[in-house]
Every structure is written in C-alpha cells, then in structure tokens.
C-alpha cells in the first residue's frame, strides 16, 4: 500500500522539504502534495506531505507463525510452546538453559529472538524501551475508508500512525511514553486511547471512528 507522511506544522513542512530533495537526489519513489493536493486526495489539513506507493504492512504474529510452520514441515524443525526459560549459564561446551517448569537444555549456541524480553538475558543493557497506545475502530463501510488505505503517519515526536484492517477496521497509534513499569503503562491506557480518539477525529471528522480495541 502507499504511504502518506504528513507534516504536523513549519517545523515539520521544512523537515519533509528537505527529505523529498534527498529522496529525489538518489532517484526514490516520493511524490510531494502540498497543502490543496493533500486536501483533495486525503481530506488531511496540513502544510504538505510526501506520498509513496512503495510501502507495505504485514501482520507480524502471521508472518511469524507461518515461517515457523514452513521449517516446521521443510527442515523438521522442533518448536517448543509455552516453554520458557529462566536461567542460563555458560559451559565449556556452550550453554545450559533452565525453563520456569525445571527442564535443563543443553546446547552450543543460542539465539535469542524475544523482542524487547531478550534485555534480561543480555549482559547490559542495550535497549531503551517506549510504551506506544493503540486503538482499533469497529468494522466500518469502505466508504469511509481514504485512497488506497495508504498508511499515514506524522512529523511530530511522538507522532501518530493510521492504518488500516482486511475487515475495514482502522488502527490509530502513539502516544508514546518512555516505560517505566506495566502498571503504570496500563492506568495510562484509558487516557491515551481517547487522545488518540481526539486525533483522530480531528484529523478525520467525518470518519465515524468508535474505538472496540485499546
């Protein structure tokens, strides 16, 4: 799908200037729309944006369910579920790995592939975690959906991202904050999801966007 960035005010119209000359130096597919443009084609109020049809989303947990199904079959690779681990030490003939259900695994090497988890078995730190907030819309007619479902994003730091679903869902995301614990990433969640309801509508106001996720 096609992607619109958009600049949130001047400071953001002189950033997306500056990155469509650089884009255009090195012969990358970008379009400029100014403000009538971006108006027209996107019903957006803003000072410019830089539209590309060489984007793309993809749904990570398929992704990832489908390539280990395929090495699952092709390679007969063996997939442990629900199996974590909790301890590790390192032994002269590699590592041993201890799960939470008292399983001892011993091996040569290990990859760790966890995500932002991967920091508690890593011997410093070398990640900064953020907590973004998301809300998705119930289905809606495609009518109100925009050209080509493009994705959508902003200047702004943090800044909001739409997209949207197979069923004509819509889904609205920032918010960010810098992660402190769960707990108070979660009392954060009913306040963040109706500022990014506020954003959304103000951004499209005749969308009518009713949040059934957050």
């Not at 990358?28 to 803003?46: C, H, T």
Request: hydrophobic fraction near 35%; include cysteine; aromatic fraction near 12%.
């Amino acid at each position: 799908v096609p992607s619109v960035y958009y600049a949130s005010n001047k400071k953001g119209l002189s950033i997306i200037e500056k990155e469509y000359e650089i884009r255009k130096k090195y012969n990358l597919p970008v379009e400029f729309l100014n403000s009538k443009d971006l108006k027209k084609m996107y019903g957006i109020d803003a000072p410019g944006a830089l539209f590309n049809k060489e984007s793309a989303q993809i749904d990570a947990y398929q992704a990832a369910i489908t390539l280990l199904d395929y090495h699952m079959k092709k390679d007969k690779l063996k997939v442990y579920t629900h199996t974590e681990v909790d301890k590790w030490i390192e032994t002269t003939k590699g590592y041993e790995l201890e799960t939470t259900k008292g399983q001892t695994i011993k091996c040569k090497y290990v990859v760790i592939a966890a995500g932002f988890e991967a920091g508690r078995f890593l011997p410093e730190q070398v990640m900064k975690l953020t907590s973004t907030y998301v809300i998705i819309s119930q289905p809606l007619s495609p009518q109100y959906l925009w050209k080509n479902r493009s994705l959508i994003w902003e200047t702004k730091d943090p800044y909001l991202y739409i997209r949207t679903t197979k069923d004509n869902r819509i889904i609205v995301g920032g918010e960010d904050e810098e992660f402190k614990d769960p707990v108070k990433r979660d009392d954060l969640l009913r306040e963040k999801a109706v500022t990014l309801e506020k954003k959304m509508k103000r951004l499209f106001p005749k969308i009518p966007f009713i949040t059934d996720m957050a």
